[in-house]
């Protein structure tokens, strides 16, 4: 009878033990492994863009009002911040996304505001910039409008932080 | 500009640019009418945020000017403080509020009062909020506008 049992007793016992000793091992181990990856996996999670409503097809080469809001955090308080973008495309078909931020000293800007053709104008001290978000000398702003990023997800739009223009 | 400590330093800085204050003007009503007085905060307040957004550069945003509803020189103060805003050198001084006895005090105050009816916000989505608000505020943008290119001409 015994003759006839493929596996003894004591192989029986070692390959449960190693079999019950690898999960518990396995058990203990993934957790960590799952922690110190982390923050890689979190990094590509994250993003800097945030979406909007705007179609990237229906947009022209006329500057286009874009409003998109997401939660910012202003110390223990969080809040739904909206923020506006002034979007077109360029000749060259290029997305470009104007920050309307004024640089002079913060007001809302608005395109062709005042019968200012193809002007972006602020109303607080009559500045004005280009279309590419120049500023025009001779007017209180020193700075061209911030540009914000953007990217394309599913036909739609997404902005990210605005920076620096260079034009 | 905002009431705070990083905002009123650039005042200081560009006061020629910035001649105009506004004074969100609400009731203090601890009796019964405390959540209509409170209700009438909380939508100047935030009619109050939008302006500052759209004319930052221009205007500074007073703390607000609260008053007891049921004295008898209730009005008293905003006389008071458009004369200090003035001589701060701010030209065109604005009274918000939802109060609408102070429409018969336009005069007295020195400034410009701006009534607006408050709507209960309560438990209204965010974006029906704000949609509601910046209606509002249009209108106002284009008053304060008109004052400002009166004064020019």
Known sequence: MSKKQPVSRRQFLNYTLTGVGGFMAAGMLMPMVRFAVDPVLKGEAAGDFHPTQQKVSELTDTPVRVDFSYEQTDAWYTSEVTHTAWVYKNNKGDIVALSPVCKHLGCTVSWEGNDHKDKFFCPCHNGLYEKNGKNVPGTPPLKPLDVYPTAEKDGLLQLGKPEANNV | ?153
């Open chain 2, 1 to 153: 500009m905002n009431w705070n400590g990083k905002d009123t330093a650039l005042f200081l800085q560009q006061k020629e640019y910035i001649d105009t204050a506004i004074v969100p003007v609400v009731p203090a009503d601890f009796g019964p009418g405390m959540s209509g007085a409170a209700e009438q905060y909380e939508f100047i307040q935030l009619l109050v945020t939008f302006l500052e957004k759209q004319f930052k550069g221009r205007l500074l945003v007073t703390p607000p000017h609260a008053y007891l509803p049921d004295l008898d020189e209730w009005a008293s103060d905003a006389a008071e403080w458009t004369d200090r805003l003035k001589k701060a050198g701010f030209k065109h001084v604005f009274l918000f509020t939802s109060d609408s006895r102070w429409r018969e005090r336009e005069e007295e105050t020195g400034a410009a009062v701006i009534w607006v009816p408050s709507v209960p916000l309560g438990d209204m989505e965010d974006s029906v909020k704000y949609s509601l608000i910046e209606n509002q505020a249009k209108q106002i943008v284009n008053i304060i506008v008109q004052k400002w290119q009166d004064s020019v001409s």
